[in-house]
């Protein structure tokens, strides 16, 4: 019996640490790749974990470096944080490196819309809209919004001055409101 108790408790662990035991993780493959930063970061977008994509953008600078593709996805996500300066700087940066890269130049005349900067949106879309070829609907949607901001901006006719209103006291306690043409 003495014997045989070491044997079966040698046979439990053959299979080694972990193998058949569901309480513990598997261990980590070091010779493996991870999954790709961008990828990860995109998907999570799509779920709308803006945070986390951020973060893992972050690790993908890490692994590709500050590409356009990177500081554009930095961007974007900065830009559904509402963070519109910060999105805004990692744009141009992006379109300073690629301009040609339509996701930069749509995010970016995104940011300038939501900043309220009509005309340099309208340009930047127009330019998207060219290099995109007109393929993709959002573009040509954005453009159309923007173009609409634009000419439906109300410039002050020069001419036209509103009146100037004074208060004027006649008598005792009795004011007049007159104005100035």
């Known amino acids: 019996m003495a014997l045989i108790l070491p044997l079966l408790a040698a046979c439990t662990f053959a299979g080694g640490l972990g193998a058949s035991d569901p309480v513990r993780a598997p261990g980590l493959n070091s010779r493996e790749e991870g999954v790709d930063g961008l990828l990860v970061g995109h998907r999570l977008m799509e779920a709308g974990e803006f945070e986390l994509a951020l973060k893992s953008y972050l690790r993908a600078a890490a692994q590709h470096g500050m590409n356009a593709d990177v500081l554009s ?24 490196m690629d301009p040609s890269f339509v996701p930069a130049l749509n995010n970016l005349g995104v940011v300038l819309m939501e900043q309220g900067k009509y005309g340099e949106a309208r340009v930047v879309f127009q330019q998207a809209f060219q290099v995109d070829s007109g393929q993709t609907d959002s573009i040509r949607e954005n453009l159309r919004l923007a173009i609409a901001q634009t000419e439906n901006a109300v410039y002050p006719d020069p001419e036209y001055q509103e009146p100037r209103y004074n208060l004027v006291r006649r008598g005792y306690g009795e004011y007049v409101l007159l104005t100035q043409l």
Do not use: K
């Open 73 to 96: 996805a930095l961007g974007s996500a900065n830009l559904q944080l509402g963070r519109l300066g910060q999105a805004e700087t990692l744009l141009r940066r992006a379109v300073e």
